[in-house]
């Protein structure tokens, strides 16, 4: 599957590694993704000095209601003016958010229901920030990079988790709270001065003068995918996949370690071992830049990666837990990545924002909020089940991505 796009000047077939438009963008968007993590882990301190951790914990995931219910519409807006224009307007917002939480916490000690507002501020933000910059990479590259570019998106994203931890920690250590989140503030504006500079592929004539109701734009885009056959089964695969991902992932990976008695030190083993597997499987797509049989191959990482999943709610010691947490995000990061070139491949120019809106959804509005249905699992059942349970979604992705011929023989661009 090829789509046809105005190429950005001077891009040619220059590789995107090379490219120093492409460069550009992966500065930007590692700093602002180092930003997000340091605010996280700010907000995360700020609740839990204020109140107890189950509030803490409200406080931290409220922030996903804004987006379930407006990353729909933040997709419309991305493809209406533009992915890099809405990325400069809402990264401006959310440094403005974040710098008006540093100075109430240098100035006062806010209550939990002012953080809890900074947090639904900052998730109404992010359902228009979040497609934008998902669909910004098909603009600004050729079609034949887009793999090589989801890679260097992977790699930029371990990087920033990485670093996001102990950059966060080192602004509590030395400016409290409010120093995190200025930190915070201060990675998200260092993308400001460069996202201008980037050059980006204009849209067909026909694609700019279509300007119709927010809603007649939505229903377009809905329509966008159910008349392409790659789109209407990948989209499906992407929210079954993250679902049944993103809980034992995240506060189910948690709850294990504590059943274990695997510690802190244990947890974060674990989790570098998720990290490398993840990251290898960037850096193998930023470097080779295509694989082959896409639609295949990723149908194969999913059912792979669901098996490992159920495998990993019954390792019992530490060093299994990584072993096997490294071969998920090994899996993980491969999937991910080609799920990703093949949407923006695969969708017309005009509709990437909305294709992206609609492919994202589960992951960073939806599963979230699962999390306290994972934890009430986990109490009655145990971590065992729960992790199975999970693991036949992500495999039902997977089994449907193998069924549809479509997907299975899906090509990236030469």
Same mark, same amino acid.
């Given at each position: 599957m090829t789509v046809t796009a105005v190429r950005p000047a001077r891009a040619a077939d220059r590789p995107a590694h090379r490219d120093p438009n492409v460069l550009r963008w992966l500065g930007a968007y590692t700093s602002s993704a180092m930003g997000d993590s340091v605010y996280f882990i700010a907000l995360?301190? &700020?609740?839990?000095?204020?109140? =107890?951790?189950?509030? &803490?914990?409200?406080? =931290? &995931?409220v922030g996903a209601v804004p987006r379930a219910l407006l990353m729909l519409g933040g997709g419309v807006v991305a493809d209406r003016y533009g992915p890099r224009r809405v990325v400069i307007g809402s990264s401006t917002v959310r440094c403005a958010l974040v710098?008006?939480?540093?100075?109430?916490?240098?100035?006062?000690?806010?209550?939990l229901w002012v953080l809890a507002v900074v947090a639904v501020l900052f998730g109404v933000v992010d359902a228009v920030f979040l497609p934008a910059a998902g669909a910004l990479p098909a603009r600004i590259t050729t079609p034949a990079q887009l793999a090589r570019v989801q890679g260097m998106r992977g790699l930029a994203t371990r990087l920033a988790t990485v670093l996001g931890g102990p950059l966060g920690g080192l602004g509590v250590a030395l400016g409290g709270t409010a120093g995190a989140f200025g930190l915070a503030a201060l990675l998200i504006g260092l993308s400001l001065p460069v996202l201008p500079t980037l050059r980006v592929a204009a849209l067909p004539e026909d694609a700019r003068r279509a300007r119709?109701? &927010?809603?007649?734009?939505?229903? +377009?885009?809905?329509?966008?995918? #159910?008349?392409?056959?790659?789109? #209407?089964?990948?989209?499906?695969?992407?929210?079954?996949? +993250?679902?049944?991902?993103?809980?034992?992932?995240?506060?189910?990976? =948690?709850?294990?370690?504590?059943? #274990?008695?695997?510690?802190?030190?244990?947890?974060?083993w674990v989790l570098a071992g998720f990290g490398i597997g993840a990251g290898t499987a960037s850096l193998l797509l930023?470097? #080779?830049?295509r694989l082959p049989h896409a639609g295949a191959a990723?149908?194969?990482?999913?059912?792979?990666g669901a098996v490992a999943i159920g495998g990993f709610g019954q390792v019992p010691t530490v060093a299994a837990g990584t072993g096997v947490a490294l071969l998920i995000g090994l899996l993980a990061g491969l999937g991910g990545a080609l799920s990703g070139a093949l949407v923006q491949a695969t969708a017309d120019p005009a509709y990437v924002g909305r294709v992206t809106a609609v492919s994202t959804l589960v992951s960073f509005g939806v599963a979230p909020l699962t999390f306290p249905l994972i934890g009430a699992a986990v109490e009655r059942w145990g971590t065992g089940p729960v992790f199975a349970g999970c693991a036949g979604v992500c495999a039902l992705g997977g089994l449907l991505a193998l069924g549809s011929a479509p997907l299975r023989q899906a090509e990236l661009p030469h």
């Open positions: 995360s301190w &700020a609740a839990v000095r204020a109140g =107890t951790p189950a509030e &803490a914990g409200l406080v =931290t &995931a710098v008006a939480a540093a100075l109430l916490l240098l100035c006062a000690s806010p209550g119709n109701g &927010a809603l007649v734009e939505l229903r +377009d885009g809905f329509r966008q995918i #159910r008349r392409k056959p790659v789109l #209407r089964v990948l989209v499906l695969v992407i929210a079954l996949s +993250d679902l049944g991902f993103v809980g034992p992932m995240n506060l189910g990976l =948690t709850l294990l370690s504590q059943q #274990r008695g695997w510690g802190s030190s244990g947890m974060g930023a470097v #080779r830049g990723l149908a194969a990482s999913e059912i792979a």
